[in-house]
């Protein structure tokens, strides 16, 4: 347990020196929350009844999803990296060191989930002056189940890499191909409750949309939300099925 | 099973399947490497050698068979295994994205290193491998020598008594081979490094390794020293041209001798052609020998043979024909 613990950190650390060697990355990573949160934000709050949105203010309903898809985005396309190192060569040697396989899946994760967090620092900074009401407890309860569901989607997109390492374009026609209805249907952008009744049976069915409810809760200041606790089964489970189906796919990627 | 050897294997296989047909890419091979060999797999493209290779550094799953290397089983350690070894693959190790320091301290890491260790190793290694004005370089812009260079680097992070390198110099110019070369050989001369390759080069299998094992259709079809291999399996090639008119009493002290006799009549003139044991010997005897006889011989040549030879006699092809059609 405690080399899985030393191998994360290194793979980690590995990853990560590719972020701090290249500061221009960061910047251009808190770009995009912005533009979702600045652009998205007041169409949304212009067309949706507040009765869909729990009569909350748009920007706190808002917020709380637009982070939970900066990790979703992150995450599941993690793997596009992962396919440029097989393709070169220096996943093989990787492979060929003693280090445990779910460490090289975590570590992968937990480096596009590292940014996550300056990410929401500067979304929820920057909303304060707008009427964003922060519970900094609760927000980091909310990161810690982003982070758990994100080691889960990474350890999925690195499965669907090796899965599509010998034809390329799979990978991105797959992702894309599930990346939009799980976010259409988790609710992340448009409250699923201003849709028809399908649409919000479908959406009971995607993990992700506990996930978002769960957010939603937690960013309001409540740790009082059945919603919760389906959220940390939901992350679980993705996290303990991603590792799963990924170790098994590293298993067989040199075959 | 406990074995004194880096490498014991026992029938070894591999088989793949595609498109519902069993490809057998290698057939119960038997293989022992002593410490401190250098040993080269020779054959043609998809022979097996790198299946073999994937195999011995734990990459490919065998089918059947086992193996033992640096003294644990692939099987059942393979990560004993992956943490005594070096293994030195076909593409580029050094992730293009990262820098060159930092790829080679995070290597020292996988393998158990701490940061001050691998951070002197990597310096010490950069040194030796002329790349230390590369530290702060992002591989993606070295050049394929400075890459291969990089590569072999990571692959002595943390000093190895084992290396495994597949096709180590391919796509390199002779420059950057015999370049390579000095590398490998200073290594085992300051460490004592086993050291298991595949090639495709003859030359390369010729003129560095200490034993070749010969690889085709995924079975070893020669295990030997390249002298050996030569002398056993090709023999030197003596050609002689004389005066047409004494061809028959020329042929006949040649085939005393010689095997394989080729002979080709010209217009005044006739080629006799023959395999010999220890060639060098062999012709200043058949010259003489001819002079006594009252032949008059026009010109002599002395052929030593090549791997090329080996191969050719032992499957019936070349191996510079399938290296073209490769």
Known sequence: MSTLVADTRNVFQREMSLVLRDPFSIIFSLVQPLVFLGLFGPLLAGSVDPAAINGESPLQWFLPGVIVMICLFGTSTTGANLLFEITMGSYERVLATPLHRSSI?????????????????????????????LYPVHVLVGLLLLGVFGVGMGAFSN?????????????????????????????????????????????????????VDAERALFSGTFNDPAIGWAVLAAVLTCAAGLWVGVKQVARSTT | ???????????????????????EAVKGVDIDVRAGELVAFLGPNGAGKSSTLRMLTTLLPPTSGKALVAGASIITEPAVVRSRIGYIGQGDGAGHSFRVMDELVAQGKFYGMNSSDSLA???????????????????????????????????????????????????????????????????????????????????????????????????????????????????????????????????????????????????????????????????????????????????ANLQVPTLDDVFLSLTGRSLREEEVAA
């Open chain 1, 105 to 133: 899946l975590i570590g992968k994760a937990l480096k596009e989930l590292a940014p996550l967090v300056v990410q929401a620092a500067l979304v929820v900074l920057v909303s304060i002056p707008f009427g964003f009401k």
């Open chain 2, 1 to 23: 099973m406990i074995h004194a050897g880096m490498i014991h294997t026992e029938q070894l296989t591999r088989h793949f399947v595609s498109k519902k047909e069993t490809v």
């Open chain 2, 121 to 299: 190793r990597a310096k010490e290694l950069a040194k030796t491998l002329d790349l230390s004005s590369l530290e702060k370089r992002k591989v993606s812009t070295l050049s394929g020598g400075q890459r291969r260079r990089l590569d072999i680097a990571l692959g002595l992070m943390h000093s190895p008594r084992l290396l495994f390198l597949d096709e180590p110099s391919t796509g390199m110019d002779p420059h950057n081979r015999a370049n390579l070369w000095d590398h490998i050989s200073g290594l085992r001369e300051r460490q004592e490094t086993t050291i298991v390759l595949t090639t495709h080069y003859l030359e390369e299998a010729d003129s560095y390794a200490e034993r070749v094992l010969v690889i085709d259709h995924g079975e070893i079809i020669a295990n030997d020293t390249a002298d050996n291999l030569k002398a056993t399996l090709a023999g030197d090639r003596i050609m002689i041209t004389v005066d047409g008119s004494s061809a028959s009493a020329a042929s006949a002290l040649v085939a005393e001798r010689g095997r394989e006799l080729i002979t080709t009549n010209g217009s005044r003139e006739v080629t006799i052609a023959g395999r010999f044991d220890q060639g060098t010997r062999t012709l200043p005897w058949l010259l003489r020998e001819l002079d006594h006889a009252g032949v008059n011989v026009r010109a």
């Open chain 1, 159 to 211: 499965a669907l890499a090796i899965a599509a390492r010998k034809r390329e374009w799979m990978f991105w026609a797959v992702q894309q191909s599930l990346l939009f209805p799980l976010l259409i249907l988790s609710g992340m952008m448009l409250p699923l409750e201003a849709g028809p009744q399908w649409i919000q049976v479908l959406g009971r069915f995607n993990p992700l949309t506990y996930i």
